[in-house]
């Protein structure tokens, strides 16, 4: 059974960072796509950002430039660096495969950036 458990977020300040992490368990990691997905309040779940098995990364245009999706297969776990946080980037924090075509989520991690 798959087991995905993000941790990492926190309230920051505009302009701070933060880092988040996705451990990841039945599945064989080294061979998915896995990718950072968030949901703000009202709002539908979007993809933030996504990291092939070559390394290969992809992101939002929203997040382009301040946040960087990586990866550690020996760990089973992704990462994603959030720098110069805006108050449109709080939201709850997911990680799973990509492209996510069935299958459960973890319960996410919180961000929160005030102005």
């Known amino acids: 059974q798959v087991q995905l458990v993000e941790s990492g977020g926190g309230l920051v300040q505009a302009g701070g960072s933060l880092r988040l992490s996705c451990a990841a368990s039945g599945i064989i990691f080294s061979k998915k796509a896995m990718a950072w997905y968030r949901q703000a309040p009202g709002k539908q779940r979007e993809l933030v950002a996504h990291i092939a098995t070559d390394g290969t990364t992809t992101y939002a245009d929203s997040v382009k430039g301040r946040f960087t999706i990586s990866r550690d297969n020996a760990r089973n776990t992704v990462y994603l660096q959030m720098n110069s946080l805006k108050p449109e980037d709080t939201a709850v924090y997911y990680c799973?495969?990509?492209?996510?075509?069935?299958?459960?989520w973890g319960r996410g991690t919180q961000v929160t950036v005030s102005s």
């Open positions: 799973n495969d990509y492209p996510h075509v069935f299958g459960s």
